[in-house]
């Protein structure tokens, strides 16, 4: 149960170029978002999905896309990078029992856009 | 709107003492509150939560939170801290469905 994965560790692109962050789980969990972690802020939510077809925006969606075609998968797309994207990405899966919400991060993307 | 806020960009401590590491909320309804650590280049790792119940929560590691309605906070303690504690910790709520906001983060030094 390798739990949630994130390739690449690392990146760095030119202003303007496009690329996918991958993310995947394992534990078929119904929900998966997408986080940027900046100094001093946080960690604020880019997109989120409930479930296989259905994503929805959350805090700062500009200038990011995302999909969920399989309930393991839920890539996100820069479409033209910024400067103001150099930041780390996390990744994290989350379902809800009778013990409440339980949420699980992957390891990070660090990219910087120069 | 759902919010956190974590008041301290620093805490400083020396092994052996106690910590706390405060945090507010501001949410409509009743909270859903969360702590997690973030130890250099990971991710984040949950230590606890608030559902309903009891307003001293226990967690991972030894760490406890404990509920406060009426002044609206949720703040992590730890009776004795440990230099292998220093990390990065971070208060949430959960807002909306399946929408968690965090707080800016608390950097811990423990001091040998």
């Known amino acids: 149960n390798a739990g949630v994965t994130q390739t690449p560790k690392f990146q760095v692109l030119k202003t303007g170029q496009s690329m996918t962050l991958q993310c995947a789980q394992d534990?078929?969990?119904?929900?998966m978002s997408w986080y940027r972690q900046d100094p001093g802020m946080g960690l604020r939510l880019i997109h989120y999905?409930?479930?296989?077809?259905?994503?929805d925006q959350g805090e700062v969606p500009n200038g990011y896309n995302v999909s969920r075609s399989t309930t393991e998968d839920f890539p996100l797309r820069l479409l033209s990078a910024a400067p103001s994207q150099t930041s780390v990405y996390f990744c994290?899966?989350?379902?809800?029992?009778?013990?409440?919400?339980?949420?699980?991060f992957g390891p990070g993307t660090r990219l910087t856009v120069t | 709107a759902q919010s956190v806020a974590q008041p301290e960009d620093q805490v400083n401590v020396a092994e052996g003492n106690p910590l706390t590491v405060k945090c507010t909320y501001s949410?409509?309804?009743?909270?859903?509150l969360f702590w997690y650590v973030q130890y250099p280049n990971r991710g984040l790792q949950f230590l606890l939560k608030?559902?309903?119940?009891?307003?001293l929560v226990k967690g991972s590691y030894g760490f406890e939170a404990e509920f406060n309605k009426s002044q609206t906070s949720f703040h992590l303690k730890k009776p004795s801290a440990l230099v292998s504690d220093s990390a990065l910790y971070f208060c949430?709520?959960?807002?909306?469905?399946?929408?968690?906001?965090f707080g800016s983060g608390t950097k811990l030094n423990v001091k040998p």
């Open positions: 994290a899966s989350s379902y809800s029992s009778d013990r409440g919400w339980e949420q699980y």
């Open positions: 534990m078929n969990h119904e929900y």
């Open positions: 999905s409930v479930g296989a077809g259905i994503t």
């Open positions: 949410v409509s309804g009743n909270p859903y």
């Open positions: 608030y559902i309903t119940g009891d307003n």
């Open positions: 949430a709520v959960r807002g909306g469905f399946n929408k968690f906001y």
